[in-house]
């Protein structure tokens, strides 16, 4: 199954773009990079997924490269209410959502 | 919607305790999936079912864990006895199998055995 790597934590200051990093070196053809986001003492919240082209929605753009083998989460103007821990994840071959230990987002004003 | 609903949000009981939590996934999903988190071991699935019928069980602890859904719109998860080291927070989350598998997770149950 394929795995993420994210860097365990980064800063950000409010009303700037946040890019969030992700290495999944061995993801293969077929498998979706998700994108989630746990606030603290809620539920993961979905933010966005890909294949292979990069995605845009009303939370954040997905920018994936074209190997494939990275991908970058971008949240264009980052509020103190973007602080959480976000998740980037492979689906495996059995639909399932492998979690890692995802990066953890501060947003400093 | 209102999305995925989970109860208790709260539960502290005593070690040897029977623990009940519930789900009711969200309306037209047909996969369900219950998770528990701790500091140490993260976000672990435990079990997920697709049609009602449990497809993979291999993330349950052991035998003192079970998880049944009935129907389409409930499902729960049982610990019996329930020890100290079960605590931790429960999420059930629900999807659409034949979509593109995007999970919603509820609110968590936070368990506390004393």
């Known amino acids: 199954d394929a795995k993420t790597t994210q860097p365990p934590s980064m800063d950000c200051a409010e009303g700037r773009a946040a890019n969030l990093p992700c290495n999944h070196s061995t993801i293969s053809g077929n498998e979706y990079v998700y994108w989630y986001r746990q606030i603290h003492s809620q539920g993961p919240q979905y933010i966005i997924h890909?294949?292979?082209?990069?995605e845009t929605n009303e939370m954040a753009s997905l920018i994936i490269t074209e190997d494939r083998k990275s991908s970058t989460l971008i949240l264009p103007h980052a509020t103190l209410r973007d602080t959480a821990v976000y998740y980037c994840i492979v689906m495996d071959s059995n639909y399932q959502l492998i979690w890692g230990a995802g990066t953890k987002l501060i947003i400093k004003p | 919607d209102a999305g995925v609903i989970q109860s208790p949000r709260h539960e502290v009981t005593e070690m040897g305790q029977e623990v009940t939590l519930r789900c009711k996934p969200i309306s037209g999903h047909n996969s369900l999936f219950w998770y528990r988190q701790t500091m140490m071991r993260g976000l672990e699935l435990l079990i997920y079912f697709n049609n009602n019928v449990p497809i993979d069980d291999s993330g349950m602890p052991e035998d003192r864990f079970s998880a049944k859904m009935p129907n389409a719109s409930f499902s729960t998860l049982k610990i019996q006895p329930s020890e100290p080291r079960d605590s931790a927070v429960y999420f059930c989350?629900?999807?659409?199998?034949?979509?593109?598998?995007?999970?919603?997770f509820g609110p968590g149950t936070r368990l506390l055995v004393l």
């Open positions: 890909g294949l292979k082209n990069n």
């Open positions: 989350a629900s999807s659409f199998v034949g979509g593109l598998q995007t999970q919603y």
